[in-house]
């Protein structure tokens, strides 16, 4: 069964790090593209962030730019997205999406889905 967990969302204070976590199980991700989505409350889902099968990080959201920075380690079948200067206008629940190969924008390419985890920016 193919399964994506999501990790590592909480509470941080403006300014602050987290560091996400993407785990897949039943298929590694020497061929799968891995993005990050986020949906913030009343808003619709927006892509962030998305790395190749090779390893190549495509940064989605301007907002973000320069403050967020995606990686793996394929040996754990893991992707991370590590945040950092976080404001509060980042509070969403994030989401990991997995298509095979190269990234996209769009979520209706993705085929696998994680549950989500909580990021709440606030002091």
């Known amino acids: 069964q193919l399964q994506l967990v999501e990790s590592g969302g909480g509470l941080v204070q403006p300014g602050g790090s987290l560091r996400l976590s993407c785990a897949a199980s039943?298929?590694?991700?020497?061929?799968?593209?891995v993005g990050w989505f986020r949906q913030a409350p009343g808003k619709e889902l927006e892509g962030v962030s998305c790395?190749?099968?090779?390893?190549?990080?495509?940064i989605y959201a301007d907002s973000v730019k320069g403050g967020f920075i995606i990686f793996k380690d394929n040996a754990k079948h893991t992707v991370y997205l590590e945040m950092n200067s976080l404001p509060p206008a980042d509070t969403a629940i994030y989401y990991c999406?997995?298509?095979?190969?190269?990234?996209?924008?769009?979520?209706?390419?993705?085929?696998?889905w994680g549950q989500g985890t909580q990021v709440t920016v606030s002091s």
């Open positions: 790395l190749t099968s090779r390893g190549v990080p495509t």
């Open positions: 999406a997995a298509l095979y190969y190269s990234c996209s924008v769009r979520a209706d390419d993705y085929d696998t």
């Open positions: 039943g298929f590694t991700l020497d061929h799968s593209a």
